[in-house]
């Protein structure tokens, strides 16, 4: 995927750089003190990309539903027949810090890598795509089989 999203050809070197920044991240969501609560709502279209092959696809939609069990981490799928939404310009992140009178930022990611905003408006518009993505996103319970689903049709 790394080398894909680059144009010039990033060295073995970058894309284990790379490959480790991201790894890391997910180290994260073990974190006991404080516990990292994740909320994701994931366009359908983005599960059946076999980026890597069906064997590599197969391989990240087996990670999903381990991270679908744990309490931490809510999972949800936006399917195709929401139609348009407000996040048709693309992923973004909101992160919330638990610390009084931070308003928390917005992490928006792009080619040429990620932009934060801190505006308070910023924040509040991204905040409320989330929330109107959440209202046709579907449970996660439903979502759990639509990305077991994806993974046997992709797996056949």
Avoid: W
Wanted: with cysteine.
């Amino acid at each position: 995927m790394i080398r894909g999203h680059h144009i010039d050809a990033p060295s073995d070197t970058q894309v284990t750089d790379m490959v480790n920044l991201r790894m890391r991240r997910q180290e994260a969501l073990d974190r006991v003190e404080p516990v990292l609560d994740v909320v994701a709502i994931i366009d359908e279209a983005v599960l059946r990309k076999e980026i890597g092959g069906p064997a590599v696809a197969v391989e990240q939609l087996d990670y999903l539903l381990i991270l679908c069990e744990r309490p931490n981490v809510s999972i949800r799928v936006l399917p195709n027949s929401a139609g348009a939404h407000p996040s048709l310009h693309g992923a973004f992140i909101v992160l919330d810090f638990p610390i009084e009178r931070d308003p928390g930022v917005v992490c928006l990611e792009d080619r040429t890598g990620g932009r934060y905003r801190d505006d308070t408006d910023d924040i509040d518009e991204y905040t409320k795509v989330a929330d109107r993505l959440s209202e046709p996103a579907l449970s996660e319970r439903e979502s759990r089989s639509v990305i077991t689903a994806v993974r046997e049709e992709i797996a056949r």
